[in-house]
């Protein structure tokens, strides 16, 4: 977007439109390189942000509910949820989702909870959030709020006051009106969108197990029933402390279900909707949890509760005090060129961009070029499909650096290989240099030991 000037067309890669998401995301990335700078940070910090405004919404409810112990509590529950916590760093769709579905469901409750005229303020802000949900993952967004609303209304018999507490021909005209042009102009632009989205991302992805249509990939096949596994991950530690709590009151929240006036079944049909969608979803991801954690951090906070405004001390302590922990751990590693580090191509990058410089070469991946190569590189990285290609590299008149991984060596012909100096290996690619003509000097490649 922010190389093309096209903001209305996601790209998978230039000139190849990507049909799999809308923009919403992309927009907000996109803004941050165009205002802070190609920067690492300027791209994640969207999402950042979006889980920053999650937190400030759940704390807000929480304070108006039951007081500022308790909203500190559910934040720092949702804060340092395991999930949450990676999400906020990750360039990806889901906390813009997460914040829709947050914003939503945030905004419903308030609504009902509140007076004629500050109600309606946030039945509208209801409204704009399922757009932003539109806008950040398509109709999954309206079934992640819609299902346990609508369960909750009627459980409950809400359904005459939930009729009367939003502006629901207003506000679907203001869903509409945020939402809609972009789709109209995406089908404009590249038709065929539409039935590719809906029909291939929101159902095939979901029904059919190793979905063989993905066109940027391949379908993320997991067995039924696996998406309750990944919430044990993606709450953790507090998918195990706040049920180990609970098992030692199992009364006390009968009890409360019985006297919260909707509030607890409200968060748990919140909290579990994710996971009851996806049980019997074919094509499934961890961050697919994420929209659930902000009710289950409330919910945490109301296991927690200790007595007249109390929270029991040692399960707050044992989490929040085991994340801080896995945050320093994790920063060591990551400052050590361990873990997810080894997946960027930041230092490759920078390995090669020397070596080609001033003689017209490029870094050329052969059969895979990750996505942060083209980041790192700013898109000059090229790619080959095949072998055959090498031979147009070998016969211009530059001398390019080839990464390839190094279980694919074996793929390239003795000749043709023998025509490279072998350089270093660099994060399971290995690089491979044209050798210079005999009156040309050799760079400073360091050769494979």
Not at 264 to 288: D, H, K, R
Request: with cysteine; glycine share 12%; net charge positive.
């Amino acid at each position: 977007m922010v190389a093309t000037g096209d903001w209305i067309t996601p790209q998978f890669s230039l000139g190849v439109p990507f049909w799999g998401k809308p923009p919403l995301s992309f927009w907000f990335t996109a803004a941050g390189f165009r205002v802070l700078g190609l920067h690492e940070w300027a791209g994640r910090l969207p999402s950042f942000l979006m889980n920053l405004f999650m937190v400030a919404m759940v704390w807000r409810l929480a304070a108006r509910r039951k007081g500022q112990l308790f909203a500190r509590t559910a934040a720092l529950i949702l804060s340092s949820c395991l999930l949450f916590w990676i999400a906020g760093g990750a360039v990806m769709t889901d906390s813009t989702l997460g914040c829709a579905t947050t914003l939503c469901m945030v905004s419903f409750w308030r609504a009902m909870d509140t007076g004629t005229a500050p109600g309606r303020v946030w039945g509208y802000l209801f409204f704009a959030g399922l757009a932003m949900g539109l806008l950040a993952k398509g109709p999954v967004a309206l079934v992640l709020i819609g299902f346990p609303l609508a369960l909750w209304t009627v459980a409950c018999g809400r359904v005459r006051q939930v009729l009367q507490a939003l502006p629901w021909l207003k506000g679907t005209v203001l869903t509409l009106v945020l939402a809609l042009p972009w789709y109209v102009a995406a089908e404009w632009k590249t038709p065929g969108f539409l039935e590719y989205f809906l029909v291939g991302e929101h159902w095939n992805r979901f029904l059919v197990p190793g979905w063989k249509g993905d066109l940027y990939g391949s379908a993320h096949a997991r067995p039924r029933g696996t998406i309750w596994i990944y919430w044990l991950g993606a709450a953790f530690p507090w998918s195990f402390i706040v049920p180990g709590m609970l098992a030692k009151n199992p009364t006390g929240i009968t009890g409360a279900l019985k006297s919260g006036k909707g509030w607890y079944s409200y968060l748990i049909l919140w909290s579990v909707t994710p996971m009851l969608l996806f049980t019997l979803a074919g094509n499934i991801l961890p961050a697919y949890v994420l929209p659930g954690l902000p009710a289950f951090a409330l919910l945490g906070a109301e296991v927690l509760k200790k007595g007249k405004g109390a929270v029991a001390p040692r399960p707050i302590l044992l989490g929040a005090g085991f994340m801080l922990v896995l945050s320093m751990v994790a920063t060591l590693v990551a400052a050590t060129g361990f873990g997810p580090g080894q997946r960027s191509q930041k230092q490759l990058v920078r390995t090669v961009a020397p070596l080609v410089h001033g003689n017209g070469g490029r870094l050329t991946y052969l059969f895979k070029k990750p996505f942060s190569a083209d980041f790192y590189s700013r898109g000059t990285a090229g790619r080959l499909d095949s072998v055959a290609g090498l031979d147009s590299l070998l016969n211009d008149a530059a001398r390019d650096v080839v990464a390839v991984r190094k279980k694919y060596l074996h793929r390239i012909p003795g000749p043709v290989l023998a025509r490279f100096i072998k350089g270093e290996e660099i994060n399971g690619y290995l690089l491979l240099m044209e050798k210079a003509e005999s009156h040309r000097e050799e760079p400073d490649f360091r050769p494979v030991i």
